[in-house]
């Protein structure tokens, strides 16, 4: 996210509470979030994957950020399915190798430079399709929990509409037998580890970093 740049100033020390903020202006918000993969079909009807970093849900419905130019978005706004899968931290490498990649032939004016057409990208980043029960878009074989939606809503935001905001209903719940508490409908917040998005860089819950996305700013500053 673009933000126009202030100088960083340190706050005032709070004597009571010590805290030594700074005020800051980050190209990003990205302050830890899981990775997601989203299943979409392209008009000739084969799959397109492409991963985010904005999404949350609440009790069965999933909100997305996606770009407003996107092949995702474009995807959606004429084929409302979609498949969301989530990724553990070992596949964070295959989620890297798709970053760089988008759908859309010409690639958008917005991604030149930094972004390359790759039509299967399901080959390119190493991951497999499974077929869905519901939706149409296939699921990846890999993740260890896959959630098939349909969209209700594409709701547009941000600076000049940049953004849009997508509000999907989940139909259907797969989750890797490794992940579910034997012999309930219940994840096993102890088996279960989502790979965390944390500013551009890659992380499992245990804290310990990955790797880091093509476009960090920061990856020089890591050891």
């Given at each position: 996210?673009?933000?126009?740049?202030?100088?960083?100033?340190?706050?005032?020390?709070?004597?009571?509470?010590?805290?030594?903020?700074?005020?800051?202006?980050?190209?990003?918000?990205?302050?830890?979030?899981?990775?997601?993969?989203?299943?979409?079909?392209?008009?000739?009807?084969?799959?397109?994957?492409?991963?985010?970093?904005?999404?949350?849900?609440?009790g069965h419905t999933v909100v997305l950020g996606l770009g407003a130019e996107g092949h995702?978005?474009?995807?959606?706004?004429?084929?409302?399915?979609?498949?969301v899968s989530l990724p553990s931290p070992d596949l964070w490498a295959a989620v890297e190798?798709?970053?760089?990649?988008?759908?859309?032939?010409?690639?958008?004016?917005a991604k030149r430079g930094v972004y390359r057409h790759e039509r299967d990208k399901f080959?390119?980043?190493?991951?497999?399709?499974?077929?869905?029960?519901?939706?149409?878009?296939?699921?990846?074989?890999?993740?260890?929990?896959?959630?098939?939606?349909?969209?209700?809503?594409?709701?547009?935001?941000?600076?000049?509409?940049?953004?849009?905001?997508?509000?999907?209903?989940?139909?259907?719940?797969?989750?890797?037998?490794?992940?579910?508490?034997?012999?309930?409908?219940?994840?096993?917040?102890?088996?279960?580890?989502?790979?965390?998005?944390?500013?551009?860089?890659?992380?499992?819950?245990?804290?310990?970093?990955?790797?880091?996305?093509?476009?960090?700013?920061?990856?020089?500053?890591?050891?």
């Amino acid at each position: 996210m673009n933000s126009t740049a202030i100088p960083t100033v340190c706050d005032a020390t709070d004597k009571a509470t010590g805290t030594d903020h700074l005020s800051i202006s980050p190209s990003i918000l990205y302050f830890g979030t899981p990775v997601a993969l989203l299943t979409t079909e392209n008009p000739d009807g084969t799959p397109n994957l492409a991963p985010v970093s904005s999404a949350w849900a609440l009790g069965h419905t999933v909100v997305l950020g996606l770009g407003a130019e996107g092949h995702t978005v474009a995807n959606l706004a004429d084929r409302p399915e979609l498949v969301v899968s989530l990724p553990s931290p070992d596949l964070w490498a295959a989620v890297e190798r798709l970053a760089p990649l988008t759908g859309a032939d010409p690639v958008p004016a917005a991604k030149r430079g930094v972004y390359r057409h790759e039509r299967d990208k399901f080959a390119a980043c190493g991951l497999h399709p499974h077929p869905s029960e519901v939706v149409g878009p296939p699921r990846v074989a890999e993740c260890p929990l896959q959630f098939e939606a349909r969209v209700r809503s594409i709701v547009p935001a941000g600076p000049d509409g940049a953004f849009r905001i997508v509000e999907c209903e989940v139909v259907r719940v797969h989750a890797s037998a490794s992940v579910v508490v034997p012999g309930t409908q219940h994840i096993d917040p102890g088996a279960w580890s989502p790979l965390i998005y944390n500013f551009r860089h890659y992380f499992g819950l245990d804290g310990r970093e990955l790797g880091h996305g093509f476009r960090s700013e920061t990856a020089a500053s890591r050891p």
